[in-house]
């Protein structure tokens, strides 16, 4: 749509360069074309502390020659909960879309859509029957998102290809789908609230024993103004 409408459209698939990009975009719009940039992931730069890399990028996306700009910045992120929250305010980002979990009927148009392949002269490549509800409601029932849908129908399409099937069998989907809650459940191992940097200082200080110096310190501190008080 951006292109068709004359502005430029931007998939950048490495997130260190966001700041650098929209510094490119914005010389693009003075040229008179808008600028739609497209960004996955964003977390990977906006997680942890504010460092310089960070900064630029608020900067530049709160800069006051942003102000009467054509460049619409898209983001996405599976995991909002690690941005920094100052990356999120309202005149950075105007607004936050949430796709939650799919209900029956979505995720029966959801199958449907994912099954409307067509061929180079425009026939159908498979058939869906027309009652899929089981496996609709399936889909609902576990909490499946859209992101997650499109890999377990993606399964269910390379099943039916290795089996030379074109009828979609709607047990398919439930097999995937529990797959799916079993990747789920190994990836529940792993404390994703903890930035990778964070972890990384976690460890080094139970390796070179500053949380039990710190303890100690705490304990020396406390000592100190219980004696000062009894003065």
Do not use: C
């Amino acid at each position: 749509m951006a292109i068709e409408n004359g502005w430029m459209f931007i998939y950048l698939k490495e997130p260190s360069l966001l700041a650098e990009t929209l510094r490119m975009a914005k010389t693009v719009d003075r040229s008179g074309h808008g600028v739609v940039l497209f960004l996955e992931d964003v977390d990977q730069v906006t997680r942890g502390d504010r460092d310089a890399a960070m900064q630029d990028i608020l900067n530049t996306l709160d800069g006051g020659d942003t102000k009467d700009m054509n460049v619409i910045s898209i983001f996405t992120t599976n995991h909002i909960e690690l941005i920094e929250p100052t990356f999120l305010r309202g005149k950075r980002v105007s607004k936050i879309i949430t796709l939650g979990s799919l209900d029956q009927e979505t995720a029966e148009e959801f199958i449907r859509r994912s099954m409307d392949i067509r061929s180079e002269d425009g026939q159908p490549m498979y058939t869906v029957p027309e009652d899929i509800s089981d496996a609709a409601a399936y889909v609902a029932e576990n909490g499946i998102v859209p992101a997650f849908m499109t890999d377990i129908m993606e399964a269910v399409k390379t099943s039916m290809v290795l089996n030379k099937e074109t009828t979609l069998n709607p047990d398919y989907i439930k097999y995937e789908v529990d797959e799916h809650l079993a990747h789920v459940a190994l990836s529940k191992t792993k404390d994703m609230s903890k930035t990778p940097e964070k972890a990384y200082v976690e460890s080094s200080k139970k390796a070179l024993g500053i949380e039990a110096l710190e303890s100690q310190i705490a304990e020396i501190a406390d000592g100190v103004k219980e004696l000062v008080d009894n003065m």
